[in-house]
């Protein structure tokens, strides 16, 4: 039985937007390397101060359930979700044209803030999105799958252009070309809001009355607490994203352009583990998967004490990938299938926040550790990191596991109240 044409106009809309993250993002995506590049060269900036003074780029993300109450609460011309898409990726674009101006890190933070705050709101009403019509076609799995397989398509061609851009510019005019690219991505998501289905939703009292009451049930759910406990520890490990980077340039000798080719054969890595669940995992239960992906967690974060040049650094950047892939559906799954109906945009944001408190939290700790306890040897760190996704594990017998819906038709409206 072929598909219902709803579900493929929604894959190809999760994709696009995730495409566009993917390049947008202001951690991960095309400014990252030249980013840290220049603050680095041109700067002075050591691992510590780059990870501390940009952990404020992460603030807006952690706030995300703000922007799924506004979403939830407060309709923009009739629409919970298109309407506010559009502003979130018009403000992003003209965003990023303020990094492409400006030299200054004074200037540089608060226009980059503004970049992630935009990416933040589209990133929120997308989730949202995803758990309104994952729990109606029971495709939750399926739309994470979707959305980092491109994200992680996107992450190959950005990281790849963005070491290049490193390698061959000098470091300011690279971190403003790599703006310059980012500063056209989110236009790409305003013809894509044709793919999504939406119901008109007019403010009236008693629908924020229904609402309210959701987001007071969700405020009150144990089992939400429960998972927010469970994906603070999971991604809270003393990271050493920041010191790898120091370690390969200053250690190992790496060039600006091999240090991208690496991000995208990690982001490679992420597709394979995107295909492998597809085609094998995908039958497993969420708390299954949660368990494969502690286990591969602790794996490969382990194989990081084999890095001692660049084959190894390919082969351990892929198969980290696939891991983080794997994590990932796991973990964001789980958070789709326990938010409460009514406050989809604030409780899949809520959960989401918590892994975007924990990972810069977890990457300016590991960066402390790495610079003033471990005397700048990784080794110590990646033990240290393997040791907390471990502890993961045994918090995994006191959650309980949410039931998701059964799929329903995926031609009926969104489940929107009026």
């Not at 041109?42 to 780029?57: D, F, K, M, N, R």
């Not at 008109?200 to 939400?224: T, V």
Request: charged residues 10%; neutral net charge; contains cysteine.
């Amino acid at each position: 039985m072929s598909p219902s044409p709803a579900i493929p106009r929604l894959m190809w809309f999760f994709a696009i937007v995730y495409v566009v993250e993917g390049i947008g993002q202001a951690k991960s995506g095309i400014v990252w390397q030249p980013l840290t590049h220049y603050l680095k060269q041109t700067q002075g900036w050591g691992p510590t101060e780059v990870s501390v003074s940009l952990a404020v780029v992460d603030l807006p993300w952690v706030i995300k359930p703000l922007y799924g109450l506004i979403s939830d609460f407060l309709p923009l011309f009739g629409s919970r979700r298109r309407a506010w898409l559009i502003v979130a990726n018009l403000a992003g674009a003209l965003a990023f044209v303020g990094v492409a101006l400006v030299s200054a890190p004074r200037d540089i933070v608060p226009a980059l803030v503004l970049t992630a705050i935009a990416m933040a709101v589209s990133s929120t009403l997308c989730g949202a999105l995803l758990v309104e019509n994952g729990k109606r076609t029971g495709r939750s799995a399926s739309f994470v799958n979707q959305q980092w397989l491109f994200f992680s398509l996107a992450l190959i061609v950005a990281s790849l252009l963005g070491g290049q851009l490193a390698e061959r510019l000098e470091a300011g005019a690279a971190l403003h070309a790599a703006a310059w690219i980012a500063a056209a991505a989110p236009l790409a998501v305003l013809p894509a809001l044709i793919l999504v289905p939406e119901t008109p939703a007019p403010i009236d009292i008693g629908a924020l009355r229904a609402r309210f009451a959701a987001l007071l049930g969700a405020l009150r759910s144990r089992l939400l607490w429960l998972i927010a406990g469970y994906l603070f520890c999971y991604y809270f490990s003393p990271g050493f994203g920041t010191p790898l980077y120091f370690h390969m340039t200053d250690t190992l000798g790496f060039s600006q352009g091999f240090v991208g080719l690496l991000s995208s054969v990690n982001a490679a890595g992420w597709i394979a583990g995107g295909l492998l669940y597809t085609g094998v995992l995908r039958h497993l239960s969420t708390k299954t998967m949660l368990r494969l992906s502690i286990a591969a967690g602790v794996v490969t974060t382990l194989t990081y004490l084999g890095l001692d040049g660049s084959g190894s650094a390919v082969a351990i950047y892929f198969v980290t990938g696939i891991a983080n892939m794997l994590a990932t559906i796991a973990t964001l799954s789980l958070a789709a299938e326990a938010c409460p109906e009514g406050a989809e945009g604030f409780g899949f944001a809520a959960l989401m926040s918590v892994i975007n408190l924990a990972t810069p939290l977890s990457d300016s700790v590991g960066s402390a550790l790495y610079e003033h306890v471990f005397a700048s040897r990784l080794a110590p760190l990646i033990i240290v990191s393997a040791a907390f996704t471990a502890v993961a594990w045994p918090l995994l017998r006191f959650m309980p596991q949410p039931t998701p819906r059964p799929p329903t038709d995926a031609n009926a409206p969104p489940p929107m109240l009026p």
